[in-house]
């Protein structure tokens, strides 16, 4: 192992396009791209796997189109510290050594990450970090690594203030290392620690470890693990994924994304399209684009949609909005979000098992068709890079021949200004908002009607697709659409998902029975947290 190691870093240090490469950046503004070994490999890693990865990511296109980070995972150290108390990597899978590994990875043009948990083992029984913080973020950054991804297994206990108080020591000994060290850059950390609050009835405490992790760290992993390799579940897996971050979207802003885990582009039990639709719904929510294979055999389709400039740029635009839903039904997902420029995403994803077609209005993608100027709508296939011009008179984008368990997706411009539309739905039963002629409103399961799909203006208010006219009003707690009043009730939409009438000053609220109301705000309640369209201004907390 040692000597193929050797013989891989001779060959590449031999190569002048390696040589004259700068190291990369440590930090990012946008959501990070590269590899992991976790899913593929689960604890088989070592050396020649991580260095065969980088020369392959580096000759393949990869890196190039931005996976520039290479992240090891569990299954590195020996099962006990050493005599000096640090962590020690296991001489057999790593002969060479870690700085070893890292300086070559960073000359090849590759930020390295590695794996801590913050309990006293690590999900797999080796050593973990309790206690051992600034020694392990120590001999990390000695070692060459400026990403940690750190669980959150064999705690004391279980409660949300444990977690919070021991996952809180990590950035602080950062900050701490990183001034000791006169770094410019500061180590990268990935929590965990939302995933293990992610499947209780109550979601306060998932809520609550959301926002400390948004505060102190740059991702967070918000739910339970996708399949590894060996598991044949892994369409199920993606699936649950993507509705966890459709409940969480509100977190998420430039420098703290939301992590519904890895990329499974060599998955066995997934077909072509279920593995391009993962990286569609990925792109579309600004999630982080680590992906988890054999990458010296992916094959050509394979790197074809993982190297799409054009889905990658709407992942890391600057904005980094995650797409909402604009309408759910049993067979279709559409969801949108804002692009820079002024621009709009919007993917139409076919839950269903046959092919199939869909009309989307334009009034359902955000923009006003009375306001597009000229009448046309700039239309690019991100998956064709086949660019149209629309005329709004035609009422609709005409998806048509996705493929079952596909995806299409679109960037629209045109001259309108975008209104954000969308389902407002409840973060915790997925129940929508839903309108009907008589404005009478209530909770039900989302049926992607246009009683069900709200547009919100930036000035508050708020009314369906089925009564344009009529804005969400309260009416003593009683929450109703009608015309009359309608200027004198704004809502105000806050980072925590309340959603609160200006008037009251109280939150909107799913009653047990389907019932809407307002009631006092609580602190992260079940019953008024809610997912509001992609593009809102947020009110704080």
């Given at each position: ?30 959501p ?60 057999d ?33 080796n ?38 108080d021991?996952f ?6 950062i ?203 700039r239309v ?71 009683s ?9 208010h ?15 707690g ?17 980072t ?46």
């Open positions: 192992m040692k000597a193929r190691a050797a013989v891989a870093f001779a060959s590449l240090a031999a190569s002048s396009w390696a040589m004259n490469r700068e190291p990369p950046p440590i930090f990012f503004n946008q990070p791209m590269g590899f992991n070994s976790w899913a593929r490999y689960t604890t088989n890693v070592n050396e020649t796997l991580l260095v065969e990865t980088a020369n392959s990511m580096a000759r393949n296109g990869l890196l190039q189109a931005g996976y520039n980070r290479i992240n090891l995972d569990e299954g590195w150290s020996l099962p006990e510290r050493g005599i000096n108390g640090s962590l020690v990597a296991d001489p899978k790593f002969p060479t050594g870690l700085k070893w590994l890292t300086e070559y990875l960073n000359m090849t043009g590759f930020i390295s990450g590695i794996h801590a948990d913050a309990g006293s083992m690590t999900c797999g029984k050593p973990g970090s309790f206690n051992y913080e600034k020694r392990d973020v120590d001999d990390f950054m000695d070692q060459g690594f400026y990403y940690v991804k750190l669980d959150g297994c064999n705690m004391r206990d279980d409660t949300e203030e444990t977690y919070h021991i809180n020591r990590w950035p602080k000994v900050r701490q290392a990183s001034v000791d060290r006169k770094e410019t850059a500061i180590m990268a950390l990935s929590s965990s620690a939302p995933a293990y609050f992610a499947y209780r009835r109550n979601l306060t405490d998932w809520y609550r470890a959301v926002a400390w992790a948004s505060e102190y760290s740059q991702l967070a992993r918000h739910s339970a693990d996708v399949a590894t390799y060996g598991d044949g579940s892994a369409w199920k897996s993606i699936m649950h994924s993507f509705d966890q971050s459709l409940r969480l979207g509100h977190f998420q802003r430039p420098g703290f994304y939301l992590d519904p885990d890895v990329l499974l582009p060599d998955h066995p039990s997934l077909s072509l399209e279920e593995r391009k639709t993962q990286f569609a719904l990925w792109c579309s929510m600004s999630s982080p684009l680590l992906f988890s294979a054999d990458v010296p055999r992916l094959d050509p389709d394979t790197l074809a949609f993982l190297t799409n400039k054009d889905l990658i740029a709407a992942d890391q635009d600057d904005l980094a909005q995650p797409a909402t839903l604009v309408s759910r039904d049993s067979n279709w997902d559409v969801l949108a979000k804002n692009l820079e420029n002024e621009e709009r995403l919007i993917t139409v994803f076919n839950r269903g098992d046959t092919f199939a077609s869909l009309n989307v209005s334009w009034f359902r993608t955000g923009i006003t068709p009375k306001l597009t100027g000229n009448g046309n709508v690019t296939d991100l998956w064709t890079g086949e660019v149209s011009f629309l005329p709004v008179y035609l009422r609709f984008l005409n998806v048509t021949n996705v493929p079952p368990h596909g995806t299409a997706v679109y960037r629209l411009r045109s001259a309108s200004v975008i209104t954000p539309t969308g389902h407002i739905y409840n973060a915790n039963t997925f129940n929508c908002l839903t309108d009907d002629p008589s404005g009478y409103v209530r909770w039900a399961v989302c049926n992607g009607y246009d069900q799909v709200w547009r919100v203006r930036s000035d508050g708020i009314y369906s697709l089925l009564r344009p006219r009529d804005c969400l009003v309260e009416l003593e009683t929450v109703v659409t009608r015309k009359n009043s309608c200027h004198h009730h704004p809502w105000t939409y806050k925590s998902g309340n959603l609160v009438n200006n008037v009251s000053g109280k939150c909107l609220t799913e009653g047990a029975d389907g019932s809407v109301t307002t009631e006092g705000c609580g602190y992260l309640l079940n019953e008024q947290i809610f997912v509001l369209p992609a593009g809102i201004e947020l009110g704080g907390w």
